[in-house]
């Protein structure tokens, strides 16, 4: 009863025999009254502790200690006791079932008559329980605050934190019986409006906004009930089976049991944060199955108010989902609840899940991290109320989605429909037809206080000597960092830089565990042919040499084994047809496959889950074509210059790592191509001798990787470039206008391919332009402003239609590509 943060099993021994015992009895009927006074009778805690000495009852409730404990001068041992009740054991698993709720009542909380006819016919079903002792001084010496309170005659404060310490100790005892899965808090906003250091706070905020105190505490009280998940067992078990079959009939989930067992055996020490990439609706019930099955505690999982709409928003509570609202305002009370909830979880090791892309990908590839709750999260680690969190990385990629054509359809000017109770019927209709595989994955866990002080917070701890990896400059419309003098302004300007860097490191380890597909590479290869149809042959020809490139790097893959014969291929060309991503011609001498007319932003989000895999292969590409186009003495550092302008040009769609190591990934790349290239000394003719052995290997990867996002940002420079640099941008509104203005750019083919059409893409483009300061506006009288920024804008434009004549030049030099047929 004394450590609230701790989550050992373990029954304390008083450290000497105490004189009295004082068992605190949480008792919910004459049954169980009946059952823990027998219990005592006949010297169960004189058993189960190995002590001999008197035993008073008291009923768990905080007016009765308040008068029959925290007053006694003696020093008792304080024993909570109760009675545990446990559903019948089905498969060697005692967990809920609706069958059982054919008797009308809860197995684990039974009514009395019930009970009664247990305690005869099933008497395996309970037993009584014991949570961890505590002396009275000890309990006063945890709760100094509140101690001090009773010794000034105000009882409540203490009685209720001993009832709430009771209650936590006796929900460790059972979870050593009925498992970690079921691990739920209790007495949480009482426990948080209790805290002398919260209502401290809220007496600031009071005094900032110029509202009473009680006002101010309302509006907390009510804030925490709405965003306090009361978590039931009963409902967890219930609503487990009910929507396992929406994701089971679907897919095949493959776990990683590896990761799972070293996350195991740090959950015991510190709380974890799960992370994982957001590609479907779906996500949260596919990890929480995995974790469920595997023992672990449930995941608060934080979500958008949006779902929290009937019956799945008051259903979803009760399993641990925490709904906050999409935006907080200046609403400074509702900031610090959830600030405050935030902390309270992690010091209490409840483990939390959010998906910090802020919502679910449009393209398949990881989107822009969101930072909101991480700084919530590094607010918690600063203030030293907790040891450190593990923040763990999960990619969950899907072989198939079926909610794809909603996906693409919001990409093109559709409206998204607001999710409600027609939406989840019609959406668990759609989850009823097989898709393949679904992969879990888990990257390296971060520790959050290592990470922060690597980054140069300046309130967590020193920094440590750690390796800094990929502390690469996030993309951002933000200023360098301030030159001011002012302290507190370049502390707070730090802490944001870490906790940039920290999402970013975060959405590295993702990508590093994310795992190529199946229809990821038949769409690679698909997509790269500018609308011709291949044969069977043909595709498996494209294929072949990329397995070979994924076998070099060693990346992880889901069952490409499938692709390395025709009639694997085949059947993975076939389930893309049936899923109305590939078309498939069947009159002529033998069947051809391409994209399905008006299916390219799906067969895209496929491609799109393992593009990162690609990207550098196809930056290289583009800077030998560029090192051979210049016709400079120096080729070599042509080929560079052009290949970091690339990534500079692509920040906002990938996360590239700091310049040096980016560097040596691009000579990793060179020495896949070419192993002989150190032993080059002729820089002159590296282009002619490097583009030889790009088409000998076999494939390339510009045109079937890059396309789409330079011909999306050359939409936006064209419509930047005929504006009057007077206007005001109303990024709205020029989206809307990309998306109309692509469509016609398609129609006349200066685009290759619909899937550049699409909002998700010009929104990152607008990005790139405003980090290029090509969104100012210039007055009419300001003549020199105005032509530089129409130059600028111009020129943006003409360095976008470049590249994109390179890719297509790279598209010719493809051998698997028929226009060189």
Known sequence: ??????????????????????????????????????????????????????????????????????????DPLVVPVRVLWLPPERDGVRRVTFADLALLTNPRKPNRLVQRRLLTKAPDRHLVLTGAPARLSELRANNPEAAALFEKNTTEPFARAIVRAAVVALERAERTVIGDRYKVPRLVAEEILDSPDFLRRLELIADQIGASSPEVYRRAEKALNELVAAQSRLISDLFTQAMRPVHTSAWKVDSDESGLSALRDLNRRFPLVFLPSHRSYVDAFVLGDVLARNDFPPNHVIGGANLSFWPMGPIARRTGTVFIRRSFGDDEVYKAVVEEYFAYLLVKRFNLEWYFEGGRTRTGKLRPPRYGLLNYLAAAVRSNRIDDVMLVPVSITYERLNELGAIATEQVGGKKKPEGLAWLARYIRSQQHSAGHVYVRFGEPLSARDRLAAYGDPLTAPPLTIPLHRTERLPSDSTEMSTSTDQSAETTERERKAVQRLAFEVAVGINAVTPITVNALATLALLGIHGRALTLGEVRTAIAPVLGYLDKRELPGGELEALRDEQGVAVVLEQLSLAKVVTVYRGGLEPVYSIEPGAHLEAAFYRNSAVHWFVNRAILELAILAAVDSGDADALRTGWDEAFRLRDLLKFEFFFPERSEFAEQMVAEMLLVDPDWYSHTRRDTLGTDILAKLTASGFLMAHRVLRSFIDAQLVVAERLAARDPSDDIDRKGLITECIAVGKQM????????????????????????????????????????????????????????????????????????????
Do not use: C
């Not at 609230?4 to 373990?10: E, I, K, L, N, T």
């Not at 949480?26 to 009778?41: F, H, M, N, P, Y």
């Open 1 to 74: 009863m004394i450590d609230h943060r701790g989550d050992s099993p373990a029954i304390a021994q008083p450290r000497t025999t105490p004189e009295s015992v004082v068992a605190l009895i949480d008792a919910a009927s004459s049954v169980e009254r009946e059952l823990i006074g027998t219990w005592l009778a006949e010297g169960g805690i004189g058993a189960e502790l190995g002590i001999s000495a008197p035993v008073t009852q008291l009923d768990l409730d905080a007016s009765a200690v308040a008068t029959q404990l925290i007053g006694r001068r003696d």
């Open 746 to 821: 398609m129609l006349q083919q200066r685009l290759n391919s619909p899937e550049s059409v699409a909002a998700e893409l010009f929104t990152s483009a607008l990005k790139l332009a405003d980090n290029y300061r090509l969104l100012e506006t210039v007055p009419d009288n300001a003549e020199q402003p105005r032509a530089e920024l129409i130059q600028r804008r111009t020129d943006f434009a003409e360095r976008l239609r470049d590249i994109g004549a390179r890719i297509t030049r790279a598209a010719a030099l493809d051998p698997s590509n028929m226009e060189t047929w």
